[in-house]
């Protein structure tokens, strides 16, 4: 208990797990109450407490033995964090709210390095949406092991792929991993969080997993995230880079219904609130909702398929500009506008809503609100 890892043990469990990144399944606390009561006493922690109190209270605490063993600390005050949201920088996750409530939309992205051969997923640059308690956003579940995911057929695994994940696609080109069996490591493959930064009206994160690819056909990907805390609106900016001609795939799985319109916007229906998706693009696009199919090697159910949303567009140059709105579906209702503008320098993302506008220029290595 004096090990320096130890001194803030429920940071990770209160801004990460409780983000929506919980090894493919939605949003939701992990750990046992009866482990926390023993880690809050030891570190004697008040963020700690603030988890204990609020994600581990439950109806389980008097069912177990443990509970008399460690008992739950009564001198302990449980003390939210002044900011709800945090960069983990040893492992480059970032998770963005207003606050811990389900009321407030919760961001969580990861672009880090293919550097994990056992338990690692292909995943830089993907971001997951939680809100009022359903996650909108997701990735692929990965419910239970078989005999073959920790050899080299885990990386043609849907749930292990940058295709399961909400990642870009360009000619069907995935992120690689940085160690195959019995092949020599593969120092910097994989991506990286270049800048994150909180505040009181909004929070980004730019993100570069260019590095995740082989770099035959995607040459360049950034992705920029916004989270506008005001409107629990998400903004998403990518900036690919390929042949012109190449074909682009930008990838979104729903965990909740999906009902595309017309080929370009779409709904997404949860158990307690609906937002809205809308692609910003100077190109041509379609979105499409389609079925990828995973396997594993199981006797029961060893086939399954999962929703995927995708938007398909011809790549006009070498660069290329995409942008992605996810909103409360009322803002769209009450005739809320998103629109992209390239008449600048860089491009901004612009709202206009009750006679207001809000615009954001994302430059490469920052965005500001104008």
Same mark, same amino acid.
């Given at each position: 208990f004096d090990t320096e890892g130890l001194?803030?043990?429920?940071?990770?469990?209160?801004?990460?797990?409780?983000g929506s990144f919980n090894d493919g399944e939605a949003a939701g606390p992990i750990g046992t109450s009866y482990h926390y009561n023993k880690l809050v006493e030891e570190s004697q922690d008040p963020t700690a407490m603030y988890y204990l109190e609020?994600?581990?209270?439950?109806?389980? /605490? +008097?069912?177990?033995? =443990? *509970?008399?063993? =460690?008992?739950?600390?009564?001198?302990?005050?449980?003390?939210?964090?002044?900011e709800a949201s945090k960069?983990?920088? #040893?492992? &480059? =996750? +970032?998770?963005? /709210?207003? &606050?811990?409530?389900? #009321?407030?939309?919760?961001?969580?992205?990861?672009?880090?390095?293919?550097?994990? %051969?056992?338990?690692?997923?292909?995943?830089?640059? $993907?971001?997951?949406?939680? =809100?009022?308690?359903?996650?909108?956003?997701?990735?692929?579940?990965?419910?239970?092991?078989?005999?073959?995911f920790f050899n080299e057929m885990r990386w043609?695994?849907?749930y292990v792929k940058s295709s399961g994940h909400n990642t870009v696609i360009v000619d069907g080109e995935e992120q690689v991993s940085g160690k195959h069996k019995d092949q020599p490591w593969q120092p910097g493959v994989g991506g990286r969080i270049e800048k994150f930064v909180t505040g009181p009206a909004f929070d980004y994160v730019v993100m570069d997993?260019?590095?995740?690819?082989?770099? *035959?056909?995607?040459?360049?990907?950034?992705r920029t995230v916004i989270l506008d805390k005001q409107t629990d609106a998400v903004l998403v900016l990518d900036r690919v880079g390929c042949a012109k001609g190449a074909k682009i795939e930008v990838l979104f799985h729903p965990l909740v219904d999906a009902t595309v319109h017309d080929g370009e916007s779409v709904t997404l229906t949860g158990k307690h609130a609906s937002v809205d998706m809308q692609t910003? $693009?100077?190109? %041509?696009?379609?979105?499409?909702?389609?079925?990828?199919?995973?396997?594993?090697?199981?006797?029961?159910?060893?086939?399954?398929?999962?929703?995927c949303l995708y938007t398909t567009l011809t790549a006009p140059s070498e660069m290329n500009v995409i942008g992605t709105v996810f909103y409360?579906?009322?803002?769209?209702?009450?005739?809320?506008?998103?629109?992209?503008?390239?008449?600048?320098?860089? %491009?901004?993302?612009?709202?206009?809503?009750?006679?207001?506008?809000?615009?954001?220029?994302?430059?490469?290595?920052?965005?500001?609100?104008?």
């Open positions: 001194k803030h043990p429920a940071d990770f469990a209160l801004f990460g797990l409780t609020t994600y581990l209270n439950g109806d389980h /605490r +008097a069912k177990n033995m =443990w *509970e008399l063993i =460690w008992p739950r600390p009564t001198d302990i005050p449980a003390v939210k964090p002044g960069y983990f920088p #040893s492992i &480059d =996750w +970032a998770f963005m /709210r207003r &606050d811990f409530s389900d #009321s407030c939309m919760q961001v969580a992205a990861k672009c880090a390095l293919a550097d994990d %051969p056992h338990h690692g997923h292909l995943d830089a640059g $993907s971001v997951n949406l939680t =809100w009022m308690g359903d996650t909108f956003v997701g990735e692929v579940p990965q419910r239970y092991y078989d005999q073959y043609d695994y849907l997993a260019t590095k995740a690819y082989p770099g *035959e056909k995607l040459k360049s990907w950034k910003l $693009s100077e190109a %041509p696009y379609r979105t499409t909702l389609e079925k990828q199919m995973s396997f594993r090697i199981v006797k029961n159910d060893p086939v399954q398929y999962h929703p409360p579906s009322a803002r769209k209702a009450a005739g809320a506008v998103y629109t992209l503008e390239r008449s600048g320098k860089v %491009p901004v993302i612009a709202c206009t809503a009750g006679g207001v506008t809000t615009r954001y220029a994302v430059a490469e290595d920052g965005v500001t609100r104008l």
